[in-house]
């Protein structure tokens, strides 16, 4: 981790307990625009924005006159201070001067200024009233106003639906450079961001929303630099192994969600009456109940023409079970390390009651009905599922998975699972 070199790196006011937004325009080799971009950024601030503000050029160990240029401003202009990294890197400049700052709200934005500047004050209004804790512009609502080439909009939008898919975030916009955080919970999940370059952003949004923080975001005008010096190639290549990184850190716990969430007093919200592990339990297994079910009635309609009512049911009722188990397990009641087999055991024996009713249900039918109508019999199979659902969970949450079981040695108790999304 490196940290903002102490020589005469920086400029700063007088008084900047006081401030109330810190905005970091990082830069790496721009001696061409810095100068105008920040003048401009200074006017506006001055001239337009209600709020205190201090400007933080964050210079990641540029080759040019980028450090002089930098300098000279932060002499030249009010409430602007420079700061000069020894390495590169736009997410490390960012975790030093965000980790340090004394602001109520942090933020930063892209140098070339692709974003335009009125959405300065509602990207920052919704986190001074505490209304939201992160804040982000979006160029992917329909009500953003975007200038750039099929290929950037493309691989955004991949990029995007990538995050969605494997990390199931929630937010439109991972890259764009143009975002706010209140600085309270900054500070308290900069330490579990690793990366330190482009994937930053990313990381620290997915642990934002997993922490249970409220994310705001703000469509935005934006115009693509066609200077810019982003290697899309190996920028790409590194954000698929941050994915892949964070991925991992969620599957196996190493991110203390829970612990998070409970420090930011961000935990689920409840339903009156209902204890909160319930009320998610329910959700979830809900969720795996319904794909079960789906899985259970296809298998049975493919399997009951060649083996009949009573064998199709068991068969599907069988390798759907499995699954659901296993499935549940994971998901639902957030159990990790050993007792598997004993857990698919008791699962089966769950199982034996389901197939009792399911059985009995299709018995009953038949001696109501020898030659029901197979839309009849999926009709009933599918209530006596429902009513087999109620009592596979309630087995499932007091008994197979419950958390009261008499005390195990530590090596063989199974672990509960971190905090995860609904």
């Known amino acids: 981790m490196t940290s903002i070199e102490a020589s005469a790196a920086l400029v700063l006011p007088t008084d900047t307990g006081t401030t109330d937004v810190e905005i970091v325009v990082p830069v790496y080799?721009?001696?061409r625009d810095l100068a105008k971009s920040v003048r401009r950024l200074h006017a506006y601030l001055h001239d337009e924005f209600p709020f205190t503000t201090m400007i933080t050029i964050a210079d990641n160990a540029s080759s040019d006159d980028t450090w002089p240029i930098a300098q000279r401003l932060a002499g030249e202009l009010s409430n602007v201070r420079a700061v000069h990294l020894a390495a590169k890197g736009r997410g490390r400049a960012l975790h030093d001067v965000w980790n340090a700052s004394n602001a109520r709200i942090v933020a930063?934005?892209?140098?070339?200024?692709?974003?335009?500047?009125?959405?300065?004050?509602?990207?920052?209004a919704p986190l001074m009233s505490g209304h939201s804790d992160v804040a982000i512009g979006t160029r992917l609502s329909r009500t953003a106003r975007v200038v750039r080439g099929p290929?950037?909009?493309i691989i955004s939008r991949g990029y995007n639906l990538l995050l969605h898919a494997t990390l199931r975030a929630r937010f439109s916009d991972a890259q764009c450079g143009?975002?706010?955080?209140?600085?309270?919970?900054?500070?308290?999940?900069?330490?579990?961001?690793?990366?330190?370059?482009?994937?930053?952003?990313t990381e620290l949004l997915v642990l934002a929303e997993r922490a249970g923080l409220r994310i705001h975001e703000v469509p935005v005008d934006w115009v693509d630099d066609p200077d810019s010096r982003v290697d899309i190639v190996a920028t790409a290549i590194a954000d698929l192994r941050g994915i892949a990184r964070v991925g991992r850190a969620f599957a196996?716990?190493?991110l203390p969600l829970r612990d998070l969430r409970q420090q930011l007093g961000r935990q689920?919200?409840?339903?009156?009456?209902?204890?909160?592990?319930?009320?998610?339990?329910?959700?979830?297994?809900?969720?795996?109940?319904?794909?079960s079910t789906l899985a259970y009635l296809l298998l049975f309609v493919v399997l009951r023409a060649g083996l009949g009512a009573q064998l199709a049911n068991l068969v599907a009722l069988l390798v759907t079970a499995v699954a659901n188990t296993a499935a549940n397990r994971r998901f639902t009641f957030g159990v990790r390390g050993e007792g598997v087999a004993r857990h698919q055991l008791q699962g089966l024996l769950v199982f034996g009651l389901g197939l009792a009713v399911?059985?009995?249900?299709?018995?009953?039918?038949?001696?109501?009905?020898?030659?029901?109508?197979?839309?009849?019999?999926?009709?009933?199979?599918l209530l006596a599922?429902?009513?087999?659902?109620?009592?596979?969970?309630?087995?499932?949450?007091?008994?197979?998975?419950?958390?009261?079981?008499?005390?195990?040695?530590?090596?063989?108790?199974?672990v509960p699972d971190v905090e995860t999304l609904p």
Not at 363 to 375: E, G, K, V
């Open 29 to 31: 080799n721009e001696e």
């Open 108 to 124: 930063y934005m892209d140098v070339d200024l692709s974003t335009d500047l009125a959405a300065l004050l509602p990207l920052i």
């Open 151 to 153: 290929r950037r909009e």
């Open 178 to 201: 143009f975002k706010a955080m209140r600085a309270e919970y900054a500070r308290a999940l900069l330490p579990y961001v690793y990366d330190r370059n482009w994937f930053f952003d």
């Open 252 to 254: 196996t716990g190493a």
């Open 268 to 291: 689920p919200i409840g339903l009156p009456g209902v204890p909160p592990s319930l009320a998610r339990q329910i959700l979830r297994f809900a969720a795996v109940g319904a794909a």
């Open 358 to 381: 399911t059985s009995g249900a299709l018995a009953a039918l038949s001696w109501i009905s020898p030659d029901p109508s197979r839309f009849v019999e999926v009709a009933v199979l």
């Open 385 to 414: 599922n429902l009513a087999a659902t109620v009592l596979r969970f309630v087995l499932l949450r007091e008994w197979v998975f419950s958390t009261r079981r008499p005390a195990q040695t530590a090596s063989h108790r199974a």
